[in-house]
C-alpha cells in the first residue's frame, strides 16, 4: 500500500491566493482527518470525516477553511484567502478504526 | 471533559540511559491511548497502542508503555536510549467510535539524546 498521499508536498503562495491542498487516504479506510502544525501552536486537528461525512470541524479556523471529501479516495483543505499566519504543514491522517495513518505533510508558506 | 496532559516538555536524556515520557488523561469512559512519534521535518508515526487488552503495550524501536487506570497515566519508556530516538512524542487519548468519536492529542515531548 502505498500510504497516505498528499500533494502537493510543497506550496509557496501570495497573501490572498486561493490554496488547495490534496489527499488521497489509504483504501479501506474510513474515517480522515486534517491537522496543522506550526512551531507555536503545535498540532492542531482541524476537521475530520467519517464515511466521507464531516463529524467534528470545530478545529476549522474560520471561513477562510473549507474542507470536503467527496468520495472515499479524495480530500480537499481548501483556504480562500490566504493570509501569512496560515504557513504551516498541514497533515492528512486516515485511519480504519482506532490508529491514524499520517502522511508526509503539505508545507505551506504564505508570504 | 477528557484531556491529556503530557507532563513534560522537553527531556535530554544520554545515550544508552532509559527513556521515560510522561502522559496522564482524563476520560469520561474507557480511553484508547496511543503514543505518536514524529522526527525532525517526518510526518508522524505510530508507536504503539493499548485498546483496553493488555495494560503493558509494547511498541516499535523497543518502546513501551503501562495503562494504569488507578493513576489515570500511560506513560512510555524505553531502556536504553539511542541517538535515532531524538524526536517530539505525542500521547492520543480516544474515545467512542464512528460519529462519536473523540480524539485528544497531548502537547507533545520533545527527547533530546546526547551523545
Known amino acids: 500500500d502505498a500510504g497516505v498521499i498528499q500533494s502537493p508536498r510543497h506550496e509557496v503562495t501570495e497573501m490572498g491566493q486561493e490554496v488547495t491542498l490534496r489527499c488521497k487516504p489509504i483504501?479501506?479506510?474510513?474515517?480522515l482527518f486534517w491537522y496543522r502544525q506550526t512551531m507555536m501552536r503545535g498540532l492542531e486537528l482541524l476537521i475530520y470525516?467519517?464515511?466521507?461525512?464531516?463529524?467534528?470541524d470545530s478545529g476549522m479556523p474560520e471561513d477562510r477553511f473549507s474542507a470536503k471529501m467527496p468520495n472515499a479516495s479524495f480530500s480537499t483543505l481548501k483556504i480562500q484567502p490566504s493570509e501569512p499566519r496560515d504557513s504551516a504543514v498541514y497533515f492528512c491522517?486516515?485511519?480504519?478504526?482506532?490508529?491514524?495513518?499520517f502522511g508526509p505533510g503539505t508545507r505551506l508558506t504564505v508570504l | 471533559a477528557q484531556s491529556v496532559t503530557q507532563l513534560d516538555s522537553h527531556v535530554s536524556v544520554s545515550e544508552g540511559t532509559p527513556v521515560l515520557l510522561r502522559c496522564n488523561y482524563s476520560?469520561?469512559?474507557?480511553?484508547?491511548l496511543f503514543w505518536y512519534v514524529q522526527h525532525p521535518n517526518k510526518g508522524l508515526q505510530l508507536l504503539l497502542k493499548?485498546?483496553?487488552?493488555a495494560t503493558l503495550v509494547k511498541g516499535i524501536n523497543g518502546f513501551e508503555a503501562e495503562f494504569k487506570k488507578s493513576e489515570t497515566s500511560f506513560h512510555l519508556t524505553k531502556p536504553s536510549a539511542h541517538m535515532s530516538d531524538a524526536a517530539e512524542y505525542f500521547c492520543?487519548?480516544?474515545?467512542?467510535?464512528?460519529?462519536?468519536?473523540?480524539?485528544?492529542w497531548g502537547l507533545g515531548t520533545s527527547l533530546a539524546v546526547n551523545p
Open positions: 493499548y485498546t483496553s487488552a
Open positions: 492520543v487519548v480516544s474515545e467512542g467510535a464512528g460519529n462519536n468519536r473523540k480524539l485528544i
Open positions: 470525516f467519517n464515511n466521507n461525512v464531516p463529524i467534528d
Open positions: 491522517a486516515s485511519s480504519p478504526l482506532m490508529e491514524q495513518f
Open positions: 483504501s479501506g479506510h474510513n474515517s
Open positions: 476520560s469520561s469512559y474507557s480511553p484508547s
